[in-house]
């Protein structure tokens, strides 16, 4: 308790208040006792080293009590550890650089599926390009790559469409950071030299999409949504954006996120649904799903730490997935929190999930958590092989989407497919373990805290990421590591829960369905399953086993094809 509670930097008297406030709340001392009598009492007492009276209160709000004795024998490590602290924080870290302890969703004695990947897509027979081309703004990626590959289009046309679209509609959803328009010109035009020449790279040749502008691109601003990096250039490409380039895909955007990836508001506004400009789009991947919905873009990239794909997805009627933990490298992402972080497609169709998927999976030899794992996608699979569950618990009560999600299950079942009851286990303390997102994210920007910084965040509540940055410092070191220790317990819950199955059928915001997932790795499709009364989509998910990203979409395309709520298009950007 003692070693993670006092991680503070040990103050003067002439220290800056920051510098003060860091300290008690390293020590786990609430706001009620700051400025008070210790500060009183460090004033009076000219201290500069931990005493007995100090650590007796630190041990109120640790719910601990030790002897005076047992204190005294531990003034000598903990002023020893302080010291330890201050050379920590004295080594700069950038975000970029991931902890020695690195998460894995596959348990000891579990398998890895081996073997080749494989990609075989839907091709439209007899797709004619509309005499307007802005007609096909809202076209899923395998249309668009027809029109492309048949050369009914050029590339160079399809990304100048797309550009004007976010010119002209991007203001009004606030939803674009920087336009990266010379990039896109010349890789469109390099598209075209190749398709020409009889090298198609395959379905993302000559796509626009946009990025999530937490990924790192070289010779523009990576702002991460935030002010205090809005003019932050890094010298790199993430990992996926240089993969997509080797797709053939063409990035004509960096797309907002909440500020450091929460919420919808960053710090040039905040980013609208397109269905009711009066609400945000949610987030954090808000510009994401936004634009993709809007019609900005073919197709974008988003990430997710605990709900930043399923809920802007929800919120604005996209289709996207947050594959399994590991999938997708992180190299060149902004970190918040290295065990639950995962990047993903946010599309206008499942299938294009896949496809985006095929492009940017496996491990990059930089990143120690990506690994190289087969992902096999096949239009024509069908779903009936698959060993499906639902969670019979979730389509009761009283819930806003309660006819929705039954509707859904409806729509499976008439599909034909046998589902067996599931549950997600409840008898771990599941939302406890959200510390554990606090405490890296805190890690992740502690340099924003310690210099004050972080006054510069557009949001300044009590839940917003300045406050949990801040309250992350009172976090002990011995309680984020047993909950680590309870995560391994609900992951073998959950494996156990799913024992036998590739994929569950489920409302996206079942009970402890989301947090869950997103502690154990497993990835989540999530397609739009009708709008409510004011207009704005619902959602519903499908729930893939480790590594069955290709169920949980094979899923989630067999309900697209047998409804049409994902192909509905906001009156005001149609």
């Not at 494989?118 to 007899?126: A, E, I, Q, V």
């Not at 390009?129 to 160079?156: C, G, H, I, M, S």
């Not at 024992?499 to 869950?516: K, Q, R, W, Y």
Request: contains cysteine.
């Amino acid at each position: 308790m003692a070693n993670s509670k006092l991680q503070g930097r040990l103050i003067s008297l002439d220290v800056r208040r920051r510098d003060f406030l860091s300290y008690f709340g390293a020590m786990g001392l609430g706001s009620t006792l700051l400025p008070g009598v210790l500060w009183a009492r460090m004033q009076e007492q000219e201290a500069s080293v931990v005493t007995k009276e100090m650590l007796a209160e630190a041990e109120k709000v640790a719910g601990l009590e030790f002897t005076d004795e047992e204190r005294e024998m531990m003034l000598e490590s903990l002023d020893r550890n302080l010291r330890s602290y201050d050379a920590i924080r004295d080594h700069r870290v950038e975000n970029e650089v991931s902890p020695a302890l690195v998460f894995d969703p596959q348990l000891p004695g579990k398998p890895l599926p081996t073997g080749p990947s494989r990609l075989r897509y839907s091709r439209p027979s007899g797709l004619q390009a509309p005499a307007n081309l802005e007609d096909a703004a809202f076209w899923p990626v395998t249309d668009l790559a027809e029109l492309v590959r048949t050369r009914q289009v050029t590339a160079q046309a399809l990304t100048e469409m797309y550009l004007d679209r976010l010119k002209r509609h991007g203001p009004t959803l606030e939803c674009v950071v920087t336009l990266t328009e010379e990039r896109a010109m010349a890789q469109a035009r390099q598209a075209d030299r190749e398709i020409a020449q009889g090298h198609y790279r395959g379905p993302l040749h000559g796509i626009p999409w946009g990025g999530k502008d937490l990924l790192a691109v070289e010779g523009y601003p990576t702002t991460w949504g935030a002010e205090p990096y809005r003019d932050q250039v890094l010298g790199m490409d993430a990992t996926v954006v240089r993969r997509l380039d080797e797709a053939g895909a063409i990035l004509v955007a960096k797309l907002t996120l909440g500020a450091l990836a929460m919420g919808d508001w960053w710090f040039g506004g905040r980013t609208k649904n397109p269905w009711n400009l009066e609400q945000g789009s949610s987030g954090s991947s808000a510009g994401s799903a936004s634009a993709t919905v809007a019609g900005l873009v073919g197709f974008s990239i988003g990430s997710e730490t605990l709900g930043s794909i399923v809920s802007p997805s929800t919120r604005c009627g996209a289709s996207g997935l947050r594959p399994t933990y590991g999938r997708v490298p992180k190299t060149g992402a902004m970190a918040l929190s290295w065990s639950m972080d995962k990047l993903g497609p946010i599309c206008r169709s499942a299938e294009d999930c896949a496809l985006v998927l095929a492009a940017v999976n496996g491990a990059d030899g930089m990143d120690g958590s990506a690994r190289t794992v087969p992902f096999r996608w096949d239009a024509d699979m069908g779903v009936h092989g698959l060993r499906v569950g639902y969670i019979p618990s979730a389509f009761e009560g009283d819930r806003a989407t309660l006819d929705f999600d039954r509707a859904a299950l409806d729509v499976m079942r008439g599909l034909g497919i046998e589902m067996v009851p599931v549950e997600i286990p409840t008898d771990t303390p599941t939302s406890a373990l959200r510390i554990i997102l606090s405490a890296e994210a805190g890690a992740a920007f502690d340099d924003l805290t310690l210099s004050g910084r972080d006054d510069l965040l557009t949001r300044q509540t009590d839940g917003s990421w300045p406050t949990t940055f801040r309250v992350a410092r009172t976090i002990p070191a011995v309680e984020y590591i047993n909950a680590n220790r309870i995560r391994t317990q609900l992951m073998g819950a959950v494996d156990a829960a799913l024992e036998g199955l590739d994929a569950v059928i489920t409302p996206s915001f079942a009970p402890n369905v989301l947090l869950t997932t997103n502690l154990t790795g497993h990835p989540v499709a999530v397609v739009p399953s009708g709008y409510n009364d004011e207009g704005s989509p619902v959602s519903f998910s499908f729930l893939g086993n480790l590594w069955r990203d290709d169920a949980a979409l094979a899923l989630a395309r067999a309900y697209q094809q047998a409804t049409d709520h994902h192909l509905q298009r906001p009156p005001m950007f149609a």
